[in-house]
């Protein structure tokens, strides 16, 4: 199977209408990826098909279930290689997506791949977030990035609106909970690993 067919099945999967354009960029981004790595070490995956799942469907497998309008403005903190942000905002050409590492390669990839891209919703932002004051605050903030939810919420919690929403990316579910967090199961298609979504509003 082909990186494309790979792709196209799984957005089939997770009921994911892209334009052809859309998918387009989703494998030119995968062969960014694939291209930088060699240098920067983005990620420790390098089977092209695996990207496929591991990368760009476990980021999409969370675009339907994320509260946010047209217009809205999202944050991806601890980016790394740009997941799940670029897809994210591939696949919501509409909303403001906002990546942001500490790493200054990183940070440099992320920016490279904005342009190569055309994503013209897309802003990097470098730096560490507990130092971050972003002029307008964000509807919601998502990482993969966290280990543990309670370090996510405190460290992001400041970059949100009353009323938005922190979204962590977690393999298994979280056993402790905060009053106003919801988790949500996720089956990514092609992967066989399991995947879930908190979401956690942010108090006002």
């Given amino acids: 199977m082909t990186p494309r067919a790979a792709l196209e099945r799984g957005l089939n999967e997770l009921a994911l209408a892209m334009p052809a354009t859309a998918v387009n960029q989703l494998l030119a981004y995968e062969d960014l990826l694939i291209k930088w790595n060699r240098a920067y070490n983005l990620t420790a995956i390098r089977d092209p098909i695996e990207m496929v799942s591991r990368h760009l469907l476990d980021s999409l497998a969370v675009v339907h279930h994320l509260p946010m309008n047209e217009g809205g403005a999202l944050a991806d903190v601890g980016s790394g290689a740009g997941l799940p942000g670029i897809p994210i905002a591939i696949a919501r050409a509409g909303w403001r997506v906002t990546l942001n590492d500490s790493s200054q390669k990183k940070s440099a990839f992320l920016r490279q791949a904005a342009i190569e ?88």
């Fill in 117 to 204: 891209l055309g994503l013209r919703n897309v802003q990097v932002h470098e730096g560490r977030i507990e130092a971050w004051r972003p002029a307008t605050r964000f509807a919601l903030v998502i990482s993969r990035a966290f280990a543990e939810l309670g370090d996510f919420i405190a460290k992001c919690r400041h970059l949100v609106v009353d009323g938005g929403w922190l979204a962590a990316m977690t393999g298994r579910a979280p056993t402790v909970l905060g009053a106003q967090c919801e988790v949500i199961p996720l089956k990514v298609p092609q992967l066989d690993a399991r995947r879930h979504l908190v979401l956690c509003r942010a108090g006002g």
